[in-house]
Protein backbone atom coordinates (compact mmCIF):
# COMPACT_ATOMS: atom_id res chain seq x y z
CA UNK A 1 0.00 0.00 0.00
CA UNK A 2 1.22 3.47 -0.94
CA UNK A 3 0.84 6.29 1.67
CA UNK A 4 -1.95 8.89 0.99
CA UNK A 5 0.21 11.65 1.99
CA UNK A 6 3.48 12.02 0.15
CA UNK A 7 6.62 13.28 2.15
CA UNK A 8 8.79 15.91 0.78
CA UNK A 9 12.22 16.94 1.69
CA UNK A 10 12.10 20.01 0.25
CA UNK A 11 10.93 22.97 2.13
CA UNK A 12 10.04 26.50 1.18
CA UNK A 13 11.59 28.95 3.97
CA UNK A 14 9.10 31.71 4.15
CA UNK A 15 11.48 33.47 5.80
CA UNK A 16 13.50 33.71 2.93
CA UNK A 17 11.63 33.74 0.29
CA UNK A 18 10.81 36.92 -1.64
CA UNK A 19 7.87 35.27 -3.75
CA UNK A 20 8.87 35.94 -7.12
CA UNK A 21 7.94 33.35 -10.23
CA UNK A 22 11.12 31.07 -10.86
CA UNK A 23 10.65 28.23 -8.78
CA UNK A 24 6.92 28.09 -10.45
CA UNK A 25 7.46 28.45 -14.11
CA UNK A 26 10.44 25.60 -13.92
CA UNK A 27 8.69 23.20 -12.49
CA UNK A 28 7.98 20.34 -14.60
CA UNK A 29 4.87 19.29 -13.02
CA UNK A 30 3.29 23.11 -12.42
CA UNK A 31 3.67 22.09 -8.71
CA UNK A 32 3.87 25.43 -7.38
CA UNK A 33 1.60 28.32 -7.39
CA UNK A 34 2.39 31.55 -5.14
CA UNK A 35 0.22 32.64 -2.20
CA UNK A 36 0.55 36.00 0.51
CA UNK A 37 3.89 36.69 -1.28
CA UNK A 38 5.08 32.63 -0.99
CA UNK A 39 6.03 29.75 -2.49
CA UNK A 40 3.45 26.79 -1.80
CA UNK A 41 4.13 23.46 -2.85
CA UNK A 42 1.28 21.20 -4.05
CA UNK A 43 1.96 17.99 -2.12
CA UNK A 44 0.85 15.44 -4.70
CA UNK A 45 1.96 16.83 -7.86
CA UNK A 46 5.52 17.63 -6.58
CA UNK A 47 8.49 14.68 -7.83
CA UNK A 48 11.08 16.55 -5.20
CA UNK A 49 13.23 16.54 -8.33
CA UNK A 50 14.73 19.75 -6.98
CA UNK A 51 14.54 21.71 -10.33
CA UNK A 52 12.25 24.68 -7.73
CA UNK A 53 16.00 24.61 -5.43
CA UNK A 54 18.01 25.19 -8.67
CA UNK A 55 16.83 28.12 -9.84
CA UNK A 56 15.86 30.17 -6.94
CA UNK A 57 17.81 32.98 -6.81
CA UNK A 58 17.62 33.46 -2.68
CA UNK A 59 18.23 29.79 -1.73
CA UNK A 60 14.89 29.75 -0.07
CA UNK A 61 13.91 26.09 -0.86
CA UNK A 62 16.01 23.95 1.46
CA UNK A 63 16.40 19.51 1.82
CA UNK A 64 15.08 19.16 5.36
CA UNK A 65 17.35 16.39 6.53
CA UNK A 66 18.11 14.58 9.96
CA UNK A 67 19.94 16.20 12.54
CA UNK A 68 23.57 14.84 12.85
CA UNK A 69 23.59 14.16 15.84
CA UNK A 70 20.82 11.38 15.79
CA UNK A 71 23.58 9.17 15.00
CA UNK A 72 24.52 9.38 18.37
CA UNK A 73 20.91 7.39 19.47
CA UNK A 74 22.90 4.49 18.20
CA UNK A 75 25.30 1.82 19.52
CA UNK A 76 26.33 0.83 15.78
CA UNK A 77 26.31 4.09 13.40
CA UNK A 78 26.59 2.90 9.71
CA UNK A 79 27.46 5.42 7.16
CA UNK A 80 25.49 4.25 3.96
CA UNK A 81 27.53 6.38 1.34
CA UNK A 82 26.64 6.31 -2.15
CA UNK A 83 30.02 6.63 -4.74
CA UNK A 84 29.20 9.53 -5.76
CA UNK A 85 30.37 11.62 -2.60
CA UNK A 86 34.11 10.11 -3.88
CA UNK A 87 33.66 12.16 -7.01
CA UNK A 88 33.03 15.26 -4.63
CA UNK A 89 36.69 15.84 -3.58
CA UNK A 90 39.79 16.58 -5.21
CA UNK A 91 42.06 14.26 -7.19
CA UNK A 92 44.70 14.05 -4.59
CA UNK A 93 41.84 13.05 -1.42
CA UNK A 94 41.72 9.57 -1.61
CA UNK A 95 38.98 7.17 -0.87
CA UNK A 96 39.86 5.71 2.51
CA UNK A 97 40.82 8.97 4.16
CA UNK A 98 36.85 10.54 3.29
CA UNK A 99 35.97 7.05 4.50
CA UNK A 100 38.50 7.38 7.47
CA UNK A 101 36.67 11.33 8.48
CA UNK A 102 33.22 10.03 8.51
CA UNK A 103 34.80 7.32 11.28
CA UNK A 104 36.29 10.23 12.83
CA UNK A 105 32.88 12.12 12.39
CA UNK A 106 31.44 9.11 14.98
CA UNK A 107 29.90 6.47 12.85
CA UNK A 108 31.30 2.95 13.73
CA UNK A 109 31.06 1.96 10.16
CA UNK A 110 31.04 2.95 6.29
CA UNK A 111 29.45 0.58 3.75
CA UNK A 112 29.05 1.87 -0.06
CA UNK A 113 25.53 1.60 -1.76
CA UNK A 114 26.92 0.31 -4.56
CA UNK A 115 27.77 -3.07 -3.34
CA UNK A 116 23.87 -3.32 -4.29
CA UNK A 117 25.10 -3.39 -7.66
CA UNK A 118 26.35 -6.55 -7.33
CA UNK A 119 23.36 -8.72 -6.47
CA UNK A 120 21.24 -6.61 -8.62
CA UNK A 121 22.82 -6.45 -11.95
CA UNK A 122 22.40 -9.98 -12.82
CA UNK A 123 18.33 -9.49 -11.34
CA UNK A 124 17.50 -6.53 -13.70
CA UNK A 125 19.26 -8.47 -17.20
CA UNK A 126 16.75 -11.25 -15.85
CA UNK A 127 13.83 -9.07 -15.30
CA UNK A 128 15.04 -7.03 -18.81
CA UNK A 129 15.09 -10.24 -20.92
CA UNK A 130 11.60 -12.30 -19.31
CA UNK A 131 9.02 -11.92 -22.18
CA UNK A 132 6.23 -11.41 -19.86
CA UNK A 133 8.07 -8.05 -18.78
CA UNK A 134 6.05 -4.92 -20.57
CA UNK A 135 9.28 -3.25 -23.03
CA UNK A 136 10.67 -1.90 -22.48
CA UNK A 137 11.59 -1.79 -18.96
CA UNK A 138 12.14 1.42 -16.56
CA UNK A 139 14.95 1.71 -14.58
CA UNK A 140 13.58 1.77 -11.07
CA UNK A 141 16.99 4.03 -9.36
CA UNK A 142 15.96 7.46 -9.66
CA UNK A 143 12.68 8.35 -7.24
CA UNK A 144 11.66 11.11 -8.93
CA UNK A 145 11.34 9.37 -12.62
CA UNK A 146 9.41 6.92 -10.48
CA UNK A 147 7.44 9.92 -9.27
CA UNK A 148 6.83 11.44 -12.48
CA UNK A 149 5.78 8.66 -14.24
CA UNK A 150 3.20 7.76 -11.31
CA UNK A 151 2.06 11.54 -11.93
CA UNK A 152 1.93 12.30 -15.36
CA UNK A 153 2.28 8.90 -17.57
CA UNK A 154 -0.08 6.18 -15.72
CA UNK A 155 0.02 4.10 -18.40
CA UNK A 156 4.20 3.34 -18.37
CA UNK A 157 4.05 2.60 -14.63
CA UNK A 158 3.28 -1.05 -15.80
CA UNK A 159 6.64 -0.37 -17.41
CA UNK A 160 8.48 0.16 -14.12
CA UNK A 161 11.21 -2.11 -13.37
CA UNK A 162 9.89 -3.88 -10.18
CA UNK A 163 13.09 -4.90 -8.26
CA UNK A 164 15.28 -1.95 -5.51
CA UNK A 165 17.50 -0.08 -6.21
CA UNK A 166 20.91 -0.37 -5.33
CA UNK A 167 20.31 1.43 -2.00
CA UNK A 168 17.48 -0.83 -0.98
CA UNK A 169 19.47 -3.91 -1.05
CA UNK A 170 22.69 -2.40 0.21
CA UNK A 171 20.77 -1.21 3.52
CA UNK A 172 19.28 -5.13 4.28
CA UNK A 173 22.23 -6.44 3.42
CA UNK A 174 23.57 -4.12 6.48
CA UNK A 175 20.27 -4.93 8.32
CA UNK A 176 20.75 -8.62 7.91
CA UNK A 177 24.48 -8.67 8.88
CA UNK A 178 23.86 -6.83 12.61
CA UNK A 179 20.87 -9.17 12.93
CA UNK A 180 22.68 -12.27 12.08
CA UNK A 181 25.78 -10.87 14.99
CA UNK A 182 22.42 -10.81 17.45
CA UNK A 183 22.21 -6.50 16.91
CA UNK A 184 18.78 -5.52 16.75
CA UNK A 185 17.44 -2.90 14.73
CA UNK A 186 17.04 -0.29 17.97
CA UNK A 187 21.04 -0.35 18.79
CA UNK A 188 21.62 -0.29 14.56
CA UNK A 189 21.06 3.37 12.71
CA UNK A 190 22.05 3.54 8.91
CA UNK A 191 22.26 6.87 8.09
CA UNK A 192 22.08 7.19 4.15
CA UNK A 193 24.30 10.33 2.39
CA UNK A 194 21.97 11.51 0.21
CA UNK A 195 22.81 13.48 -3.78
CA UNK A 196 19.27 14.82 -3.67
CA UNK A 197 15.53 15.11 -2.55
CA UNK A 198 14.04 12.41 -4.21
CA UNK A 199 16.51 9.78 -2.27
CA UNK A 200 14.73 11.15 1.04
CA UNK A 201 10.97 11.01 -0.27
CA UNK A 202 11.77 7.51 -1.05
CA UNK A 203 13.10 6.15 2.02
CA UNK A 204 10.56 8.43 4.22
CA UNK A 205 7.67 7.19 1.67
CA UNK A 206 8.66 4.55 -0.28
CA UNK A 207 6.80 3.38 -3.61
CA UNK A 208 5.58 -0.45 -3.68
CA UNK A 209 7.94 -1.13 -0.80
CA UNK A 210 6.37 -1.48 2.70
CA UNK A 211 9.29 0.40 4.98
CA UNK A 212 12.68 1.11 4.66
CA UNK A 213 15.75 -0.51 6.99
CA UNK A 214 17.41 3.25 6.93
CA UNK A 215 17.21 5.14 10.07
CA UNK A 216 18.27 8.67 8.60
CA UNK A 217 19.25 10.85 6.36
CA UNK A 218 22.03 13.34 5.37
CA UNK A 219 22.55 15.77 3.20
CA UNK A 220 25.78 15.30 0.80
CA UNK A 221 26.78 18.64 0.42
CA UNK A 222 26.27 19.16 4.56
CA UNK A 223 28.47 15.85 4.96
CA UNK A 224 31.10 17.33 2.95
CA UNK A 225 31.93 19.72 4.84
CA UNK A 226 32.49 18.03 7.90
CA UNK A 227 34.63 15.63 5.48
CA UNK A 228 36.60 18.24 3.91
CA UNK A 229 37.33 20.06 7.08
CA UNK A 230 38.12 17.05 9.55
CA UNK A 231 40.97 15.94 6.23
CA UNK A 232 42.45 19.51 6.49
CA UNK A 233 42.80 19.89 10.60
CA UNK A 234 44.25 16.20 10.10
CA UNK A 235 46.40 16.63 7.82
CA UNK A 236 46.85 13.85 5.18
CA UNK A 237 48.63 11.95 8.01
CA UNK A 238 48.88 8.47 6.96
CA UNK A 239 48.01 7.58 10.86
CA UNK A 240 44.50 8.29 9.91
CA UNK A 241 42.26 5.49 10.69
CA UNK A 242 41.47 3.56 7.80
CA UNK A 243 38.11 1.43 7.67
CA UNK A 244 37.96 -2.31 6.21
CA UNK A 245 35.69 -1.88 3.27
CA UNK A 246 35.71 -4.66 0.38
CA UNK A 247 36.15 -2.55 -3.03
CA UNK A 248 33.62 -2.12 -5.19
CA UNK A 249 33.69 -2.98 -8.50
CA UNK A 250 33.74 -0.73 -12.04
CA UNK A 251 29.97 -1.53 -12.85
CA UNK A 252 28.78 -0.36 -9.08
CA UNK A 253 31.14 3.06 -9.18
CA UNK A 254 29.78 4.13 -12.59
CA UNK A 255 25.87 3.12 -11.69
CA UNK A 256 24.41 6.20 -10.78
CA UNK A 257 26.29 8.58 -13.42
CA UNK A 258 24.56 8.78 -16.90
CA UNK A 259 24.98 5.06 -19.12
CA UNK A 260 26.15 3.42 -15.64
CA UNK A 261 22.62 0.97 -15.86
CA UNK A 262 22.20 1.03 -19.69
CA UNK A 263 26.02 0.05 -20.15
CA UNK A 264 25.91 -3.61 -18.33
CA UNK A 265 22.27 -4.66 -18.82
CA UNK A 266 22.17 -6.39 -22.08
CA UNK A 267 20.18 -5.53 -25.30
CA UNK A 268 19.20 -2.13 -26.78
CA UNK A 269 19.22 -0.11 -23.76
CA UNK A 270 19.06 4.24 -23.82
CA UNK A 271 20.33 6.31 -21.34
CA UNK A 272 18.23 9.64 -20.97
CA UNK A 273 19.53 11.97 -18.38
CA UNK A 274 17.86 15.72 -17.25
CA UNK A 275 14.30 16.05 -16.21
CA UNK A 276 12.82 17.48 -19.68
CA UNK A 277 14.57 15.53 -21.74
CA UNK A 278 13.38 12.03 -19.78
CA UNK A 279 9.18 14.09 -20.23
CA UNK A 280 10.29 13.94 -24.27
CA UNK A 281 11.19 11.11 -24.34
CA UNK A 282 8.48 9.47 -22.19
CA UNK A 283 6.06 11.11 -24.43
CA UNK A 284 6.54 9.57 -27.46
CA UNK A 285 6.73 6.08 -25.11
CA UNK A 286 3.72 6.37 -24.31
CA UNK A 287 2.18 6.44 -27.52
CA UNK A 288 3.99 3.64 -28.72
CA UNK A 289 6.39 5.74 -31.20
CA UNK A 290 9.33 4.15 -29.98
CA UNK A 291 9.41 0.70 -29.99
CA UNK A 292 12.18 -2.33 -29.99
CA UNK A 293 13.70 -0.90 -26.77
CA UNK A 294 14.60 -3.62 -24.06
CA UNK A 295 15.74 -1.32 -21.21
CA UNK A 296 15.42 2.58 -20.55
CA UNK A 297 17.99 4.19 -17.73
CA UNK A 298 16.02 7.65 -16.79
CA UNK A 299 17.74 10.21 -14.90
CA UNK A 300 16.34 13.62 -13.21
CA UNK A 301 19.60 15.17 -12.69
CA UNK A 302 21.84 16.37 -15.70
CA UNK A 303 24.72 14.18 -15.48
CA UNK A 304 22.70 11.38 -13.28
CA UNK A 305 23.38 12.01 -9.50
CA UNK A 306 26.75 13.55 -10.41
CA UNK A 307 24.26 16.48 -11.24
CA UNK A 308 22.35 15.86 -8.13
CA UNK A 309 21.43 18.83 -6.04
CA UNK A 310 23.35 18.07 -3.03
CA UNK A 311 26.41 17.75 -5.30
CA UNK A 312 29.37 20.34 -4.46
CA UNK A 313 31.62 19.35 -7.33
CA UNK A 314 31.11 20.80 -10.66
CA UNK A 315 29.34 17.35 -12.29
CA UNK A 316 31.80 17.46 -15.12
CA UNK A 317 34.54 16.84 -12.83
CA UNK A 318 32.92 14.36 -10.66
CA UNK A 319 32.34 12.22 -13.91
CA UNK A 320 35.96 11.96 -14.38
CA UNK A 321 37.23 11.69 -11.24
CA UNK A 322 34.76 8.28 -10.79
CA UNK A 323 35.56 7.11 -14.13
CA UNK A 324 38.84 7.26 -13.12
CA UNK A 325 38.47 5.48 -9.96
CA UNK A 326 36.36 2.89 -11.85
CA UNK A 327 39.29 2.13 -14.31
CA UNK A 328 41.13 0.38 -11.39
CA UNK A 329 38.10 -1.82 -10.46
CA UNK A 330 37.19 -5.36 -10.93
CA UNK A 331 34.14 -5.79 -13.15
CA UNK A 332 31.12 -7.25 -11.14
CA UNK A 333 31.22 -10.30 -13.64
CA UNK A 334 34.90 -10.77 -12.90
CA UNK A 335 35.78 -13.58 -10.69
CA UNK A 336 35.43 -13.57 -6.53
CA UNK A 337 38.09 -11.98 -5.02
CA UNK A 338 39.77 -14.71 -3.31
CA UNK A 339 40.02 -13.07 0.54
CA UNK A 340 35.86 -11.75 0.19
CA UNK A 341 35.58 -10.42 3.67
CA UNK A 342 32.73 -11.23 6.58
CA UNK A 343 30.82 -8.65 5.33
CA UNK A 344 30.43 -9.09 1.78
CA UNK A 345 27.22 -8.77 -0.16
CA UNK A 346 27.52 -11.67 -2.18
CA UNK A 347 27.61 -13.88 1.12
CA UNK A 348 24.17 -12.99 1.39
CA UNK A 349 23.21 -13.15 -2.02
CA UNK A 350 20.24 -15.38 -1.85
CA UNK A 351 18.00 -13.97 0.89
CA UNK A 352 18.73 -10.65 -1.06
CA UNK A 353 17.62 -12.30 -4.22
CA UNK A 354 14.61 -13.37 -2.31
CA UNK A 355 13.42 -9.86 -1.40
CA UNK A 356 14.54 -8.15 -4.27
CA UNK A 357 11.24 -7.87 -5.64
CA UNK A 358 9.15 -4.58 -5.71
CA UNK A 359 5.60 -4.38 -5.57
CA UNK A 360 3.11 -2.54 -8.46
CA UNK A 361 3.71 1.10 -9.34
CA UNK A 362 0.66 2.52 -8.80
CA UNK A 363 -0.78 5.33 -11.26
CA UNK A 364 -1.78 8.67 -9.11
CA UNK A 365 -2.49 10.97 -12.05
CA UNK A 366 -2.51 14.52 -10.96
CA UNK A 367 -3.70 15.77 -14.97
CA UNK A 368 -7.51 15.09 -14.02
CA UNK A 369 -9.49 17.93 -13.81
CA UNK A 370 -11.89 15.58 -12.09
CA UNK A 371 -12.40 11.95 -10.77
CA UNK A 372 -15.80 11.51 -12.12
CA UNK A 373 -15.52 11.54 -16.33
CA UNK A 374 -18.94 13.65 -16.89
CA UNK A 375 -17.52 16.22 -14.21
CA UNK A 376 -14.24 16.25 -15.62
CA UNK A 377 -15.66 17.12 -19.62
CA UNK A 378 -17.68 19.82 -18.07
CA UNK A 379 -15.23 21.70 -16.31
CA UNK A 380 -12.93 21.31 -19.29
CA UNK A 381 -15.46 22.78 -21.33
CA UNK A 382 -15.74 25.53 -18.03
CA UNK A 383 -11.75 25.84 -18.46
CA UNK A 384 -11.55 26.45 -22.11
CA UNK A 385 -14.07 29.01 -22.34
CA UNK A 386 -11.73 30.74 -19.54
CA UNK A 387 -8.94 30.42 -21.54
CA UNK A 388 -10.06 32.14 -24.02
CA UNK A 389 -11.08 35.56 -21.65
CA UNK A 390 -7.94 35.19 -20.32
CA UNK A 391 -4.50 36.89 -22.00
CA UNK A 392 -2.34 33.97 -22.79
CA UNK A 393 0.32 35.85 -21.77
CA UNK A 394 1.66 33.22 -19.34
CA UNK A 395 3.31 36.05 -17.03
CA UNK A 396 2.95 34.38 -13.52
CA UNK A 397 1.17 37.55 -11.98
CA UNK A 398 -1.85 35.53 -10.96
CA UNK A 399 0.37 32.98 -9.01
CA UNK A 400 -0.14 30.44 -10.97
CA UNK A 401 2.18 29.09 -13.83
CA UNK A 402 0.48 30.18 -16.78
CA UNK A 403 -2.59 30.97 -17.83
CA UNK A 404 -4.38 27.27 -18.38
CA UNK A 405 -2.88 26.37 -15.00
CA UNK A 406 -4.37 29.53 -13.69
CA UNK A 407 -7.79 28.29 -15.45
CA UNK A 408 -7.75 25.03 -14.21
CA UNK A 409 -7.07 26.01 -10.39
CA UNK A 410 -10.34 27.89 -11.17
CA UNK A 411 -12.74 25.00 -12.42
CA UNK A 412 -11.35 23.09 -9.24
CA UNK A 413 -11.99 25.77 -7.18
CA UNK A 414 -8.66 26.75 -6.04
CA UNK A 415 -8.23 30.14 -7.21
CA UNK A 416 -10.56 33.00 -8.64
CA UNK A 417 -10.31 34.83 -12.29
CA UNK A 418 -9.90 38.07 -10.84
CA UNK A 419 -6.64 36.69 -10.05
CA UNK A 420 -5.47 37.68 -13.36
CA UNK A 421 -4.28 41.20 -13.79
CA UNK A 422 -6.03 41.61 -17.08
CA UNK A 423 -9.17 40.62 -15.79
CA UNK A 424 -8.84 42.88 -13.17
CA UNK A 425 -8.35 45.51 -15.53
CA UNK A 426 -11.43 45.27 -17.55
CA UNK A 427 -13.37 44.74 -14.10
CA UNK A 428 -12.38 48.12 -12.91
CA UNK A 429 -12.89 50.03 -15.81
CA UNK A 430 -16.71 48.18 -16.27
CA UNK A 431 -16.88 49.44 -12.31
CA UNK A 432 -17.37 45.44 -11.46
CA UNK A 433 -14.24 45.87 -8.62
CA UNK A 434 -12.97 48.92 -6.95
CA UNK A 435 -9.02 50.02 -6.42
CA UNK A 436 -9.53 48.52 -2.34
CA UNK A 437 -11.05 45.16 -4.10
CA UNK A 438 -8.10 44.72 -6.37
CA UNK A 439 -5.21 45.64 -4.26
CA UNK A 440 -7.18 43.28 -1.69
CA UNK A 441 -6.31 40.62 -4.70
CA UNK A 442 -2.93 41.40 -4.97
CA UNK A 443 -1.78 41.32 -1.58
CA UNK A 444 -3.75 37.69 -1.58
CA UNK A 445 -1.09 36.71 -3.85
CA UNK A 446 1.93 38.28 -3.54
CA UNK A 447 1.67 39.63 0.21
CA UNK A 448 1.19 43.39 1.17
CA UNK A 449 4.90 44.07 1.37
CA UNK A 450 5.41 44.39 -2.76
CA UNK A 451 2.41 47.44 -3.00
CA UNK A 452 4.23 48.89 0.25
CA UNK A 453 5.89 52.44 -1.63
CA UNK A 454 9.83 52.23 -0.46
CA UNK A 455 10.67 55.33 0.94
CA UNK A 456 13.57 56.41 -1.42
CA UNK A 457 10.95 55.50 -4.36
CA UNK A 458 10.06 59.14 -6.23
CA UNK A 459 8.06 57.73 -8.46
CA UNK B 1 -16.98 17.18 -26.20
CA UNK B 2 -15.22 17.21 -29.68
CA UNK B 3 -12.02 18.46 -30.92
CA UNK B 4 -10.68 18.82 -34.55
CA UNK B 5 -6.73 18.62 -35.84
CA UNK B 6 -5.53 19.47 -38.87
CA UNK B 7 -2.56 17.48 -40.41
CA UNK B 8 0.06 17.33 -42.91
CA UNK B 9 0.83 14.92 -45.30
CA UNK B 10 4.82 14.90 -45.48
CA UNK B 11 5.51 16.49 -42.56
CA UNK B 12 7.36 13.73 -39.75
CA UNK B 13 8.46 16.08 -38.27
CA UNK B 14 4.83 16.85 -36.30
CA UNK B 15 3.59 13.73 -36.77
CA UNK B 16 1.78 12.32 -33.62
CA UNK B 17 1.02 15.74 -32.48
CA UNK B 18 -3.05 15.49 -32.89
CA UNK B 19 -2.15 11.73 -30.64
CA UNK B 20 -0.42 13.73 -28.10
CA UNK B 21 -3.03 16.70 -27.65
CA UNK B 22 -5.64 13.92 -27.13
CA UNK B 23 -4.16 12.08 -24.94
CA UNK B 24 -3.18 15.00 -22.39
CA UNK B 25 -7.59 15.40 -23.07
CA UNK B 26 -7.93 11.96 -22.44
CA UNK B 27 -5.70 12.60 -19.01
CA UNK B 28 -7.31 14.75 -17.94
CA UNK B 29 -11.19 13.60 -18.38
CA UNK B 30 -9.41 10.79 -16.27
CA UNK B 31 -9.92 8.06 -19.01
CA UNK B 32 -8.63 4.75 -17.43
CA UNK B 33 -5.02 4.93 -18.64
CA UNK B 34 -5.27 1.35 -20.86
CA UNK B 35 -8.08 2.62 -22.50
CA UNK B 36 -6.05 5.99 -23.23
CA UNK B 37 -3.07 3.25 -24.40
CA UNK B 38 -5.43 1.45 -27.00
CA UNK B 39 -6.84 4.83 -28.35
CA UNK B 40 -3.67 6.70 -28.81
CA UNK B 41 -1.87 3.82 -30.04
CA UNK B 42 -4.22 3.27 -32.92
CA UNK B 43 -4.45 7.07 -33.48
CA UNK B 44 -0.83 7.35 -33.77
CA UNK B 45 -0.63 4.75 -36.13
CA UNK B 46 -3.51 6.42 -38.53
CA UNK B 47 -2.04 9.98 -38.33
CA UNK B 48 1.31 8.83 -39.51
CA UNK B 49 -0.57 7.30 -42.25
CA UNK B 50 -2.08 10.55 -43.29
CA UNK B 51 1.34 12.08 -43.18
CA UNK B 52 2.70 9.14 -45.10
CA UNK B 53 0.40 8.39 -47.82
CA UNK B 54 -1.91 11.09 -47.82
CA UNK B 55 -1.97 15.07 -48.60
CA UNK B 56 -3.55 16.36 -46.45
CA UNK B 57 -6.21 15.54 -43.31
CA UNK B 58 -8.76 16.42 -40.19
CA UNK B 59 -8.68 14.37 -37.11
CA UNK B 60 -12.14 14.80 -35.26
CA UNK B 61 -12.04 13.59 -32.37
CA UNK B 62 -16.20 12.51 -30.19
CA UNK B 63 -15.57 11.73 -26.12
CA UNK B 64 -17.83 11.01 -23.81
CA UNK B 65 -18.26 9.19 -21.07
CA UNK B 66 -19.09 5.55 -22.56
CA UNK B 67 -16.86 5.60 -26.26
CA UNK B 68 -14.19 7.32 -27.63
CA UNK B 69 -15.02 8.02 -32.22
CA UNK B 70 -12.20 9.39 -33.70
CA UNK B 71 -12.84 9.87 -37.60
CA UNK B 72 -9.30 10.82 -39.78
CA UNK B 73 -10.40 11.91 -43.01
CA UNK B 74 -7.79 12.56 -45.64
CA UNK B 75 -7.47 13.90 -49.25
CA UNK B 76 -4.74 11.27 -50.97
CA UNK B 77 -4.49 8.78 -53.37
CA UNK B 78 -7.03 6.47 -51.28
CA UNK B 79 -6.68 2.43 -50.82
CA UNK B 80 -7.68 0.74 -53.80
CA UNK B 81 -7.85 -3.05 -52.18
CA UNK B 82 -8.61 -2.18 -48.53
CA UNK B 83 -8.51 -5.63 -47.48
CA UNK B 84 -5.49 -6.52 -48.84
CA UNK B 85 -3.91 -2.79 -47.08
CA UNK B 86 -5.35 -4.20 -44.00
CA UNK B 87 -2.65 -7.81 -44.25
CA UNK B 88 -0.06 -7.54 -41.80
CA UNK B 89 3.44 -6.54 -43.41
CA UNK B 90 1.38 -5.12 -46.29
CA UNK B 91 3.01 -2.00 -47.78
CA UNK B 92 3.50 0.37 -50.04
CA UNK B 93 5.86 2.82 -48.26
CA UNK B 94 8.59 4.47 -50.48
CA UNK B 95 11.69 3.66 -49.76
CA UNK B 96 12.34 7.40 -48.25
CA UNK B 97 9.39 6.43 -45.86
CA UNK B 98 11.09 3.39 -44.57
CA UNK B 99 14.00 5.07 -44.30
CA UNK B 100 12.63 7.22 -41.26
CA UNK B 101 11.92 3.91 -39.36
CA UNK B 102 7.72 3.55 -40.95
CA UNK B 103 5.97 1.25 -43.69
CA UNK B 104 6.61 -1.65 -41.59
CA UNK B 105 2.90 -2.69 -42.78
CA UNK B 106 1.77 -3.04 -39.10
CA UNK B 107 -0.19 0.51 -38.78
CA UNK B 108 -4.11 -0.83 -39.84
CA UNK B 109 -3.83 -4.04 -38.02
CA UNK B 110 -2.26 -2.59 -34.93
CA UNK B 111 -5.09 0.16 -35.68
CA UNK B 112 -7.58 -3.32 -35.62
CA UNK B 113 -6.36 -5.22 -33.11
CA UNK B 114 -6.67 -1.29 -30.23
CA UNK B 115 -9.82 -0.67 -30.97
CA UNK B 116 -13.19 -1.94 -30.77
CA UNK B 117 -14.23 -1.11 -33.91
CA UNK B 118 -13.01 0.07 -36.68
CA UNK B 119 -13.99 1.06 -40.41
CA UNK B 120 -11.82 2.13 -43.42
CA UNK B 121 -13.61 3.71 -46.52
CA UNK B 122 -11.82 5.10 -49.68
CA UNK B 123 -12.36 6.53 -53.67
CA UNK B 124 -8.73 5.94 -55.30
CA UNK B 125 -7.70 9.51 -56.02
CA UNK B 126 -9.69 11.35 -53.84
CA UNK B 127 -8.95 9.93 -50.22
CA UNK B 128 -9.49 7.89 -47.36
CA UNK B 129 -11.51 7.89 -43.90
CA UNK B 130 -10.59 6.18 -41.24
CA UNK B 131 -13.16 5.73 -38.46
CA UNK B 132 -11.75 4.20 -34.99
CA UNK B 133 -14.01 3.42 -32.22
CA UNK B 134 -13.07 2.42 -28.60
CA UNK B 135 -15.34 1.63 -25.49
CA UNK B 136 -14.47 3.44 -22.53
CA UNK B 137 -15.73 2.81 -18.94
CA UNK B 138 -17.27 -0.28 -19.44
CA UNK B 139 -17.77 -2.55 -16.13
CA UNK B 140 -15.58 -5.65 -17.49
CA UNK B 141 -12.66 -3.67 -18.49
N1 LIG C 1 -4.49 7.18 -45.38
C1 LIG C 1 -4.04 6.40 -46.38
N2 LIG C 1 -4.04 6.82 -47.67
C2 LIG C 1 -3.58 6.04 -48.65
N3 LIG C 1 -3.09 4.80 -48.46
C3 LIG C 1 -3.05 4.31 -47.21
C4 LIG C 1 -3.52 5.07 -46.10
N4 LIG C 1 -3.39 4.33 -44.98
C5 LIG C 1 -2.86 3.14 -45.38
N5 LIG C 1 -2.65 3.13 -46.71
C6 LIG C 1 -2.13 2.01 -47.51
O1 LIG C 1 -2.20 0.84 -46.73
C7 LIG C 1 -0.91 0.28 -46.59
C8 LIG C 1 -0.76 -0.38 -45.23
O2 LIG C 1 -0.84 0.58 -44.20
P1 LIG C 1 -0.17 0.29 -42.81
O3 LIG C 1 -0.67 -1.01 -42.32
O4 LIG C 1 -0.35 1.47 -41.93
O5 LIG C 1 1.36 0.10 -43.18
P2 LIG C 1 2.44 1.17 -43.57
O6 LIG C 1 1.92 2.53 -43.26
O7 LIG C 1 3.59 0.80 -42.71
O8 LIG C 1 2.74 0.99 -45.03
C9 LIG C 1 0.03 1.43 -46.82
O9 LIG C 1 1.30 1.04 -47.26
C10 LIG C 1 -0.72 2.21 -47.90
O10 LIG C 1 -0.53 1.62 -49.16
S1 LIG D 1 10.92 19.51 -6.49
FE1 LIG D 1 10.46 19.53 -8.67
S2 LIG D 1 8.34 18.83 -8.78
FE2 LIG D 1 8.68 19.45 -6.65
S3 LIG D 1 7.99 21.60 -6.56
FE3 LIG D 1 10.23 21.60 -6.96
S4 LIG D 1 10.38 21.73 -9.19
FE4 LIG D 1 8.27 21.08 -8.72
S1 LIG E 1 19.39 11.51 -10.90
FE1 LIG E 1 20.24 10.82 -8.94
S2 LIG E 1 20.57 12.72 -7.79
FE2 LIG E 1 19.16 13.23 -9.45
S3 LIG E 1 17.11 13.01 -8.56
FE3 LIG E 1 17.63 11.06 -9.56
S4 LIG E 1 18.52 9.81 -7.92
FE4 LIG E 1 18.54 11.93 -7.20
MG1 LIG F 1 1.17 2.98 -41.33
Not at chain 1, 221 to 231: G, L
Request: negative net charge; charged residues 25%; glycine residues 6%.
Amino acid sequence: MEAKSFHHALKVRDDICIGCTHCMTVCPTEAIRVRNGKAVIIDDRCVDCGMCLRNCPVKAIHIEHDDFKKIFDFEHRVALVPAVLSGQFPEDITVAQIYSALMELGFTAVYEVEHGVEILLEAAKRFVKNPAANQPVISSFCPAIVRLIQVRFPALTENVMLLKPPLDIAALHIKKLYTDKGINSDRLGIFYITPCAAKIAAIKSPVGEEWSPISGVINMDFIFNKIYKSIKQNGKSESCYLPKIDPLTSEGVMWSLTHGEATPIQGRCLAIDEIHNVIDFLEKLENEEIDDIDFVELRACDESCAGGVLAVANRFLAVERLKNRAANLPSVSGPIPSEMSEESIVRSKEYLINHIAIDDVNPRSMLMLDENMAEAMKKMNQRNRLLKSLPQVDCGACGAPNCQALAEDIVQGKAGIEQCFFIRNRQISSGKLNMAGSTAIIESIWGKKKLKKPESENI
Amino acid sequence: MVFEFEVQGGDFATAGNASSQIKKILKQLNVDHRDIKRIVVALYEAEVNIVAHAFKGRIIANIDTSEVRIRLVDEGPGIPDIELAMQQGYSTASSEVREMGFGAGMGLPNMKKNTDEMHVTSVVDKGTTVELIVFINQPTT
